[in-house]
C-alpha cells in the first residue's frame, strides 16, 4: 500500500535552532515528493519539491531537505528557524501512474519559542 | 492578484440543507482538485478534473457532487449535509496529471454543520 507518515506531530524548538522534520513514504513505485507549509488559517504552501536528480533540494524560506531512496525518507530540514517559521508542515507524494494527486502525510506542528 | 479563490470563505449551516463551494483559478492551468481536511489537519483528496473531466474519485459519499464548467473553475456542491461533513475544503490547481506538477491551493472554506 502507498502511504506517507510524518513522525512527529508537533515539534517545538527555540528560536535560532536547527531543526529537522521527517516524512517517511512506503510505494512500490516511482515518486515525486513535496513539503508544503500551512499559516493559521491559509491555504497550503509549497516550499520545495523533489522530482529527479539531484538528491538534496532547497526550497524558501531557507528550507532544505534531501531524498534517500533507500530509506524511503524525504526530511526537511532548517539551521535556524524564526518565530514567523511557526505553522504546520505538510509532506505530500505523488505517486506515479496516479494522475498528480497528492497523498499527505499527517502534519507536523512547528513550534518556534522565544 | 489572487491565484486559485474560494467563496464562501466560511459557511455555517444546518443537517439536511444543501450548498455549494465555489473555486475559480486564474493560472491557466488544466487540472483542478478538491481535498477535504479535517479537525485533525489530515488532508484527502476528494476529486480532480482534468479539462473539464472527472479523472479522480477518492470514494466520497455520492452526497458530493464537483461540477466543473471549464477549466478555470470546479464547484463542489453537498447535498443533505451531515454533521461529519464539517471540516476545511481546499481547492487546487495545477497543470497536467502526469505526476510531479506543483499544486496551487486555495484560501480554503470552513464548513461548519449543526
Known amino acids: 500500500a502507498q502511504s506517507v507518515t510524518q513522525l512527529d506531530s508537533q515539534v517545538p524548538v527555540f528560536e535560532e535552532a536547527p531543526v529537522e522534520l521527517r516524512c517517511n513514504y512506503s510505494s512500490s513505485v516511482s515518486v515525486y515528493l513535496f513539503w508544503y507549509v500551512q499559516y493559521p488559517n491559509q491555504g497550503l504552501q509549497l516550499l520545495l519539491k523533489?522530482?529527479?536528480?539531484?538528491?538534496l533540494v532547497k526550497g524558501i524560506n531557507g528550507f532544505e531537505a534531501e531524498f534517500n531512496k533507500s530509506q524511503t525518507s524525504f526530511h526537511l530540514r532548517k539551521p535556524s528557524v524564526h518565530i514567523s517559521d511557526t505553522a504546520e508542515y505538510f509532506c505530500?507524494?505523488?505517486?506515479?501512474?496516479?494522475?498528480?494527486?497528492?497523498?499527505f502525510g499527517g502534519g507536523t506542528r512547528l513550534m518556534v519559542k522565544p | 492578484d489572487t491565484a486559485v479563490s474560494q467563496t464562501p470563505k466560511y459557511l455555517v449551516t444546518q443537517m439536511g440543507n444543501d450548498k455549494s463551494i465555489k473555486c475559480e483559478q486564474n493560472l491557466g492551468h488544466d487540472t483542478m482538485y478538491w481535498y477535504k481536511q479535517d479537525s485533525k489537519k489530515f488532508l484527502k483528496i476528494m476529486f480532480s478534473?482534468?479539462?473539464?473531466?472527472?479523472?479522480i474519485n477518492e470514494t466520497v459519499p455520492n452526497r458530493f457532487s464537483p461540477k466543473s464548467p471549464d477549466k478555470a473553475h470546479l464547484n463542489l456542491h453537498i447535498n443533505s449535509l451531515e454533521l461529519g461533513d464539517s471540516a476545511v475544503y481546499f481547492c487546487a490547481s495545477s497543470h497536467g496529471t502526469g505526476g510531479g506538477y506543483e499544486q496551487y491551493f486555495g484560501p480554503g472554506t470552513r464548513l461548519t454543520v449543526t
Open positions: 505530500a507524494v505523488s505517486f506515479r501512474g496516479a494522475g498528480n494527486m497528492l497523498t
Open positions: 478534473y482534468n479539462n473539464k473531466e472527472l479523472i
Open positions: 523533489y522530482l529527479s536528480g539531484s538528491t
